[in-house]
DNA sequence: GCCGTTTTCGGCCCGACTGTTTTCAGTCG
């Protein structure tokens, strides 16, 4: 309801633009922000508070309430249906190719009644766009490689394909001695889970040279614009990376501008505007006195708060948060002591135990746990019960030879469990007592996934009323860029989740996210605890864990929510209790 | 169309770059 409503309010906002009238777009663009991040449906806060209730929400007064009561007692708007029909076109499509907005479409459409993707490739092949007034040769070409990277890309990257390609190009640009400072900027500092583009700051002298020197770097292959503070270069991997250089006085304020998020810039403005300074990329100024620049940390601090990790950045309540000093104190990289979810393809050769045992013990964890699936998912290789105490015996041996090795003081543990298959009915495919007898076990949905939400969230709160079951791995199921989440009741999942004692998992597999950020800011508040696990199929993967804390991060998780941040001791005895009195254990 | 510790009117974040209409509108971040 909330996200179909945004939709619909985007529409509106971007057919407003289309015929220049100024500020009903950033009203219903507000608006549209608002309810995407709202966690109440709409029709409940109508239900319950009527028109007030709706008029609490950021954005929303008198117009836009009608307008959604409207729309919750019809299911459309008709005022949006009125401009859909006068300019019939997808937006959705047609805002993806760069350099399209509401003006050019507004003329493609009346002009060559271009409506979508497909019109648009046709008309540009057949170089009719060329000589519309206000367009060109240039614009047409622009166009035609616009279409080609939305068809590819669908506009978005992961952001654990971007920024390890990221970090090579920062490594490349730290060669040069006219580079004084430097970093990621824009989304990807935020560690958001899909990127449309990287942006990179630097701070130094000689901005040609350093900007000459980007456009040429080995893997560019197409120079977007070049200017004398910025340019924009698409790599061969298909995603375009912004570079701006400043001097280093500035170094700070461009971060925070370039960092955004641009609903967390607004309202930094806001309070400078208020305090009777600017901020712009430039600096804090009052009058035309520049008062702070040089980093983020003085900036924050002359506007009365303090610095906070770009992961929160949202307009989300930091903001206040920082104002009253009461930031989280966000879970790092360096907190985590284990990975619990570790494939080990016990059938395909055992010792992928001791490979990934002696890996994550590289990482410097104190523990990892061989998680492997079960008898269901025979394509996977799923092992049964009497395979699962072969498994067992095997850890074992490894265990005790850990023990007399290194000195006998290897603190480092081997924990077995399994992720076992959650059936449509809710039971598991594997016996009870097998359960019983492992670390811990993992539980999570790998088939019938089409299910209505009703079922699919007793199926899972089946799951978790399983006394053995302790964990429910990537809880909502999406895979980024290939399938939406199951329909779930969150909010049910989430109770239930706290009264039996279960545990959430936040899959760090950048494929997965799972827990996303907005379901992880719930959990934490509700009080479930989470573990963020890498789902590592080989060992290399066991890597994955950061994307996880960076996703952990942006949903505001500290230490102790997490519950392999926990020394080995603490979670040991975590454990050990029976699930039911788990619950508030600290 | 929204909003208000300057509150019911008059504001609404700000600047760079591109391509084209050769002085600036459109787009982007």
Redesign the pocket.
């Known amino acids: 309801m909330n996200q179909n409503l945004a939709k619909i309010f985007r529409e509106i906002a971007f057919y407003f633009?289309?015929q220049?009238i100024?500020?009903?777009p950033?009203?219903?663009e507000?608006?549209a922000l608002?309810l995407e991040t709202l966690r109440e449906s709409v029709d409940e806060i109508y239900k319950k508070q009527g028109i007030g209730g709706l008029?609490k929400?950021?954005?929303?007064?008198?117009?836009?309430?009608?307008?959604i009561i409207e729309y919750v007692k019809t299911g459309k708007i008709g005022?949006h249906q009125q401009l859909k029909k006068k300019t019939p076109v997808n937006m959705g499509e047609l805002?993806g190719?760069?350099?399209?907005?509401?003006?050019?479409?507004?003329?493609l459409y009346q002009k060559l009644k271009v409506r979508n993707l497909n019109d648009l490739e046709k008309a540009a092949k057949k170089r009719e766009i060329?000589p519309?007034?206000?367009?060109?040769?240039?614009?047409?070409?622009?166009i035609l490689q616009?279409i080609e990277f939305f068809k590819k890309s669908k506009g978005r990257f992961l952001l654990g394909e971007i920024l390890p390609r990221v970090y090579e190009i920062i490594a490349e640009l730290k060669n040069l001695k006219e580079v004084k400072q430097i970093s990621e900027?824009?989304s990807l500092r935020r560690r958001k889970e899909t990127i449309?583009?990287a942006?990179i700051l630097i701070a130094g002298s000689n901005p040609k040279k350093v900007i000459d020197y980007f456009v040429s770097l080995p893997g560019a292959v197409k120079?977007?614009?070049?200017?004398?503070?910025?340019?924009?270069i698409r790599l061969d991997e298909g995603f375009?990376v912004?570079l701006?250089v400043l001097p280093e006085k500035q170094f700070g304020s461009a971060l925070q501008?370039?960092t955004?998020s641009?609903e967390h810039?607004?309202a930094l403005?806001?309070i400078a505007?208020?305090k009777?300074l600017?901020?712009?990329?430039?600096g804090l100024f009052k009058g035309s006195k520049m008062t702070a620049g040089k980093t983020e940390e003085e900036i924050y601090e002359k506007l009365g708060l303090d610095w906070m990790p770009p992961e929160i950045r949202e307009n989300n309540g930091e903001i206040k948060a920082a104002q009253a000093h009461q930031l989280p104190r966000l879970i790092d990289i360096n907190n985590i002591k284990g990975d619990l979810h570790c494939h080990s393809h016990w059938e395909a050769g055992k010792r992928l135990i001791g490979e990934m045992a002696a890996a994550a013990a590289k990482i410097g964890y104190e523990y990892v746990g061989i998680s492997d699936h079960t008898k269901f998912l025979a394509i996977e290789h799923g092992l049964d019960e009497d395979q699962l105490i072969q498994q067992k015996k095997e850890i074992e041996r490894l265990n005790s030879r850990l023990r007399q090795g290194f000195g006998g003081q290897a603190k480092f543990r081997i924990l077995q469990g399994c992720e076992a298959n959650i059936m449509a009915d809710g039971s598991i495919d594997i016996k009870d007592e097998a359960l019983a007898k492992l670390d811990y076990v993992i539980a999570g949905v790998h088939s019938q996934m089409k299910m209505t939400e009703s079922e699919m969230t007793e199926r899972i709160v089946k799951a978790m009323r399983n006394p053995n079951v302790d964990i429910i791995s990537h809880p909502t199921g999406r895979i980024l860029k290939q399938r939406d989440e199951y329909k779930i009741n969150f909010d049910r999942i989430l109770k239930i989740a706290k009264e039996t004692g279960t545990i959430l998992e936040i899959n760090a597999n950048p494929y997965r996210l799972d827990l996303n950020d907005k379901n992880i800011r719930q959990a934490k508040k509700i009080g479930v605890k989470m573990i963020i696990n890498s789902d590592a199929h080989h060992k290399e993967q066991l890597n994955f864990m950061e994307y996880g804390v960076f996703q952990a991060r942006r949903g505001w998780c500290e230490k102790k929510d997490v519950i392999n941040a926990w020394p080995l001791k603490k979670f040991l005895e975590f454990f050990k209790k029976p699930k039911s009195e788990r619950t508030g254990f600290i």
Do not use: C, H
Not at 57 to 67: D, W
Not at 132 to 142: D, S
């Open positions: 633009e289309m220049d100024v500020f009903k950033q009203a219903y507000k608006a608002s008029k929400i950021p954005g929303v007064g008198q117009g836009i309430a009608e307008k005022e805002t190719v760069e350099g399209l907005g509401p003006k050019k479409i507004k003329i060329a519309l007034f206000g367009f060109g040769e240039k614009t047409e070409q622009n616009g900027a824009g449309g583009d942006d120079i977007w614009n070049k200017g004398l503070t910025k340019a924009s375009d912004d701006r501008y370039f955004g641009k810039n607004i403005r806001k505007v208020e009777g600017k901020l712009s990329e430039y």
